[in-house]
């Protein structure tokens, strides 16, 4: 099967350099790490990836130090439900990802979401809000739509209400920014308000997790995030491989995949517009987005049932996401790029959804 729906947006999860760094990792650390991080888990690998991770986010959060966590979800619940307490409220916006969403609901503090995008609505909460403490949190690029949050406009508003801005970059972090910073140095963005979260088993290709924030941030997690201190540390060969992956990311191949990558997107975005030109179909609508996700949004479930079938009947793997992933009547094939895919891959895609637009099977 051709894949269009991994988030190995570089294609390094089998790349040669990281199969044989987690093959030196377990020869070097073993492969458990045999306990958690406050007893006796947290190895030199660990903290190496973390000071690695802490200097890449050092130009978008000054003195950022950084945590690693087993994966995303965890690191979402530890940070949600540790800044999240009686002391605070927390904005979400309404599309944010699953985790974000039960970390919230974990935390003490109330949480008041916003239509997706309606900064206007945030900002007239955030006025409203009475807690000393106010955390707003959104996902940098939505998973399910591909489209960035307009995190300078978030920015400001944080500034305005004194709030933290908690950012999760699970699709940004090695793909956007100056050498796949993420979508922080995507935007420019620089202040000690920022908290950063990104997983290591997108773009990265590894597995597992971080949190990037000013040391307050960190101690606390450290000091009272549940989902960090009682919890198995994860396999130190995976953060000496995260390592490994950081280096080929901010280095000219990884330069060169990201390239590789953009082109992609355009290559299908021109493909998919044009097929919708010629062959309208008042059903399909192809997402806002610029990056690696893109969706096809087709409406009914059956409908995207039925699409993802007859590609599955060609070889090709886009899964067809329904409801309560997304809003109910926007179920859509979630098509994801990698910078493993050729043109030839891309436009094998958009043939077989002209043939089927066209109603030839
Ligand atoms: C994948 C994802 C997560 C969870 O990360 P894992 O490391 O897979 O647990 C969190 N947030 C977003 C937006 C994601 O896409």
């Given at each position: 099967m051709l894949a269009f729906c991994s988030n190995d947006y570089l294609g390094l999860a089998n790349h040669p350099v990281l199969i044989e760094a987690l093959a030196e990792g377990a020869r070097r650390f073993g492969v458990g790490s045999g306990a958690s991080h406050l007893i006796s888990g947290h190895t030199r690998a660990h903290a190496q990836l973390e000071d690695e991770l802490a200097d890449r986010l050092a130009p978008c959060i000054p003195g950022a130090q950084a945590l690693s966590f087993c994966t995303g979800y965890m690191a979402n619940l530890a940070l949600l439900t540790t800044l999240g307490d009686a002391s605070a409220t927390i904005f979400a916006d309404k599309l944010n990802h699953a985790s974000l969403v039960d970390g919230a609901l974990l935390a003490q503090a109330p949480l008041q979401r916003y239509a997706h995008g309606r900064l206007d609505v945030l900002a007239g909460q955030l006025g409203r809000c009475q807690t000393p403490v106010k955390l707003i949190v959104t996902d940098a690029v939505f998973s399910m739509d591909g489209d960035l949050a307009d995190l300078p406009a978030l920015l400001s508003l944080a500034e305005e209400h004194d709030a933290w801005l908690f950012i999760d970059?699970?699709?940004?972090?090695?793909?956007?920014?100056?050498?796949?910073?993420?979508?922080?140095?995507?935007?420019?963005?620089?202040?000690?308000?920022?908290?950063?979260?990104?997983?290591?088993?997108?773009?990265?290709?590894?597995?597992?997790?971080?949190?990037?924030?000013?040391?307050?941030?960190?101690?606390?997690?450290?000091?009272?995030?549940?989902?960090?201190?009682?919890t198995t540390a994860a396999p130190p060969a995976l953060a000496h491989?995260?390592?490994?992956?950081?280096?080929?990311?901010?280095?000219?191949?990884?330069?060169?995949?990201?390239?590789?990558?953009?082109?992609?997107?355009?290559?299908?975005?021109?493909?998919?517009?044009?097929?919708?030109?010629?062959?309208?179909?008042?059903?399909?609508?192809?997402?806002?987005?610029?990056?690696?996700?893109?969706?096809?949004?087709?409406?009914?479930?059956?409908?995207?049932?039925?699409?993802?079938?007859?590609?599955?009947?060609?070889?090709?793997?886009?899964?067809?996401?329904?409801?309560?992933?997304?809003?109910?009547?926007?179920?859509?094939?979630?098509?994801t790029l990698s910078a493993a895919h050729t043109r030839d891959d891309v436009n094998a895609l958009t043939d077989a959804l002209a043939q089927v637009a066209k109603g030839e099977r």
């Open positions: 970059d699970a699709h940004g972090f090695g793909v956007l920014g100056e050498r796949g910073r993420g979508t922080l140095s995507h935007f420019g963005l620089n202040s000690e308000r920022l908290i950063y979260m990104a997983t290591l088993g997108k773009a990265v290709g590894v597995g597992g997790a971080f949190v990037a924030a000013h040391p307050v941030v960190i101690d606390t997690l450290v000091q009272s995030a549940r989902s960090y201190i009682y491989a995260a390592s490994a992956s950081l280096r080929l990311i901010a280095s000219d191949e990884g330069e060169a995949q990201r390239v590789q990558l953009r082109q992609s997107i355009t290559t299908l975005r021109r493909g998919l517009s044009a097929l919708l030109e010629d062959s309208p179909r008042h059903d399909w609508r192809l997402a806002d987005s610029g990056t690696a996700i893109q969706a096809l949004i087709v409406g009914d479930n059956d409908a995207a049932l039925s699409l993802a079938a007859t590609l599955d009947a060609r070889d090709l793997w886009v899964p067809a996401i329904r409801p309560p992933t997304v809003p109910v009547g926007s179920a859509r094939l979630r098509i």
